[in-house]
C-alpha cells in the first residue's frame, strides 16, 4: 500500500510569494494533519482536516490556511511568506478517529530567501 | 490536545548500550504513543500503549506507562548506529484532539 506523498519535496520561495503544498494520504484514511518544524520551536500543529473539514487548528496566524478534497488529499497554503516560515513542513494520514497512529509523509522543505 | 515533553533533550551511547528517554505529561490520557524521525524526515510510529497498560514491548523496544507519576518510558535495549534519530512523544486525552508532540529527544548511538 502506497505511504503518505507530498510533493515537491524541496521549494525556494521568495519573501512576500505564496505556496502551495500537497498531500495524498494513504489510500482508505480520511484524517490529514499539518505540521511545521523548525530547530527552534520544534514540531508544531498546523491545522487538520477530516472529510473536508477543518477539525482541528493550531496557533499560527491566517496567512496559514488549507482545505481538503473528496478525495481525502490536501493543501496547505501559506500566503505572503515571510523568511520565519522557513521550515519543513510534514503530513500525517490517520484512518480518522483521534488517538490513532498517525502516518507521516517525508515532508517538504520549504525555503524562503 | 496536550503535548509530552521528553527528556533528556539530548542522549549520546556507544553502540550496544541502552538508551532510555523519558516523557511526562499533564492530565489523564487514554493512550500514548512513541514515534522516531530520522534527521529531515518524516515521524515513523513505534508503538501505542494504553492508559490501561503498563508496559509493552516491540523489538528491541519497550515502553512503559505510569498513570499515577503521569510518564512513559522508552527503553531501546542494544542501540545500533541505525537507531541516531530523534524520540516524540504524543499522549492521547480524549475526543477529536489532534496529535502534539513536544521538542524530542535527541538520540545519538555512536559506533
Known amino acids: 500500500k502506497a505511504g503518505v506523498t507530498q510533493t515537491p519535496r524541496y521549494l525556494i520561495k521568495t519573501r512576500g510569494q505564496q505556496v502551495t503544498l500537497s498531500c495524498s494520504p494513504i489510500?482508505?484514511?480520511?484524517?490529514v494533519s499539518w505540521y511545521q518544524q523548525t530547530p527552534g520551536q520544534g514540531l508544531q500543529f498546523l491545522f487538520e482536516?477530516?472529510?473536508?473539514?477543518?477539525?482541528n487548528k493550531g496557533n499560527f496566524p491566517g496567512r496559514f490556511s488549507g482545505r481538503q478534497f473528496s478525495n481525502s488529499r490536501s493543501e496547505m497554503n501559506v500566503s505572503t511568506l515571510e523568511l520565519g516560515d522557513s521550515a519543513l513542513y510534514l503530513c500525517?494520514?490517520?484512518?480518522?478517529?483521534?488517538?490513532?497512529?498517525?502516518?507521516f509523509g517525508q515532508g517538504t522543505r520549504l525555503t524562503v530567501v | 490536545s496536550q503535548q509530552g515533553e521528553e527528556d533528556p533533550q539530548a542522549l549520546s551511547i556507544q553502540e550496544g548500550e541502552n538508551a532510555t528517554m523519558n516523557c511526562s505529561y499533564k492530565?489523564?490520557?487514554?493512550?500514548l504513543q512513541w514515534y522516531r524521525q530520522n534527521s529531515g524526515r518524516g515521524l515513523v510510529h513505534l508503538i501505542l500503549i494504553r492508559s490501561n497498560e503498563r508496559e509493552k514491548h516491540s523489538g528491541r523496544l519497550r515502553v512503559t506507562l505510569d498513570t499515577s507519576k503521569k510518564s512513559s518510558s522508552l527503553l531501546i535495549t542494544a542501540s545500533r548506529a541505525a537507531d541516531t534519530a530523534s524520540y516524540f512523544c504524543a499522549p492521547y486525552a480524549s475526543g477529536n484532539t489532534p496529535l502534539v508532540f513536544g521538542k524530542g529527544t535527541r538520540l545519538s548511538v555512536i559506533a
Open positions: 492530565t489523564s490520557i487514554n493512550n
Open positions: 500525517a494520514s490517520s484512518l480518522g478517529q483521534s488517538g490513532t497512529e498517525a502516518f
Open positions: 482536516y477530516f472529510s473536508e473539514t477543518q477539525r
Open positions: 489510500s482508505g484514511h480520511r484524517s
